[in-house]
């Protein structure tokens, strides 16, 4: 298995793995937002739902031990490309300009993916902090159900700061990290170059958007 | 022509040897031409430093007509100056007004130290080809000039992978100081021929292997080296060495 190692220690392989975590931890936050934009069908189908899933405790240890693997592989790459790309470069130029065209922002997402991510770290912490490992004061929405729990914890102002931040970032970092991910993938073709970039961009503004809906919601 | 030219005042970037300091130096230069080169001016700029008795700005250069790849300048933090699909010795003058300061650095990255001024040590580049290999080809005779078919859209797309020059402007305007659009220039004018398709696996693996290790960074895909690439190469020729290079892993016998 030493060519495995090799090619997943290879710039290339790295990107792979750094491409196929990101899409994968994709997959989990389509899969959490459906889940929790039950809150507009209401209490009773948000419940059940909450429910349903923290039936079978041992599928959802198994489910979260791997999307932390998942994440901290992602996380882990990310430090380390870094580093090296930081090194390669040496001495910094005293005058930098970009030669793109047609770019959409002068800020562009692909050079704060780092910061960005960190910013999206920052923002699970606060949530795991409410939601697995209740960090903070408990008491006034201790024993209510997942449906109150949830309207009670989106109107708390640290949350609707926090949370909305982290939406941003996640906007921001998806908005290069999906069409990223493709090309990482060597998924580049002419017929559908323009859906992955454009597809990419609709997909962080509708995750952007979308969780950032519960929190108007919960505050309206 | 015209009558008075430009007043410029160049930042130059000096540096004595690889193990010096080096610090930015400014210049005068007035009267300059439009119609001069950027490296026309370096020349004017020189004659007149080696007049006083300075040591002239050190640059590489070589054909100055954009197809060797030995220019290699960043101008105002853009490699090979503001101009598209254009190398430093086919940038002119009129692309500046008068009274600009213009900034000039070498190439930054860790696998091209300095050696003098603004001339950087490219070699790894070569390096990279050399791990490249050999392509197995008929010896004796010409073979029929048709009896190996090649498709006319994959013979464009080798042709246009094959108009890399080499000059790493790639390497210098990507913020990973990656050289990815190089690598994958050199691979992808190889596998998309047939005659390239013997070595194909061991080609890419050897490459990437020899990009790595002489120290460049990671793609990004932020698309700076397509935009800086005098030659016009595009990035999907990176993702093409992505796909070659997950073959190459997957389905070859290479590193069995």
Known sequence: ?220 | MSGQGMNLTLRVWRQAGSEAKGEFRFYQLNNVSEHMSFLEMLDVLNERLIKLGEEPVAFDHDCREGICGMCSLMINGQAHGPDNETTTCQLHMRRFRDGDTITIEPWRAKAFPVIRDLVVDRTSLDRVISAGGFVSINAGNAPDANCLLVPKQDQEKAMDAAACIGCGACVAACKNASAMLFTSAKVSQMALLPQGKPERAQRVLKMVAQMDEEGFGSCTNTSECEAACPAGISVDNIARLNREYLKAVVFSDEGV
Not at chain 1, 136 to 151: C, I, M, N, T, W
Request: glycine residues 10%; neutral net charge.
């Open chain 1, 1 to 220: 298995m030493n060519w495995l190692r090799c090619a997943l220690s290879s710039s290339v392989g790295k990107k792979f793995l750094m491409a196929i975590t990101g899409l994968l931890l994709c997959g989990f936050l389509v899969v959490h937002l459906a889940g929790n934009l039950l809150l507009f069908a209401g209490d009773e189908a948000y419940n059940a739902y909450a429910h349903k899933l923290h039936e079978n405790e041992n599928l959802l240890h198994v489910a979260s031990t791997g999307l932390a693997l998942i994440f901290f592989t992602h996380l882990y790459l990310a430090v380390s490309l870094t580093t090296e790309n930081r090194i390669a470069r040496g001495r910094g130029y005293a005058e930098n300009q970009t030669k793109r065209e047609n770019l959409i922002s002068k800020v562009r997402p692909e050079s704060w993916m780092l910061a960005t991510g960190l910013g999206l770290l920052a923002y699970l912490l606060l949530h795991l902090a409410d939601f697995t490992f209740h960090w903070r004061d408990v008491s006034h929405y201790q024993g209510l159900e997942p449906f109150d729990k949830a309207a009670s914890l989106l109107t708390d102002p640290v949350t609707i700061i926090g949370y909305t931040a982290g939406f941003a970032f996640l906007f921001a970092h998806l908005s290069h990290g999906m069409s990223s991910a493709f090309q990482s993938l060597g998924l580049n073709h002419p017929k559908y170059n323009s859906l992955i970039k454009w597809g990419g961009i609709g997909f962080a503004l509708a995750l952007g958007l979308g969780n950032f809906s519960l929190v108007v919601w919960a505050n309206l």
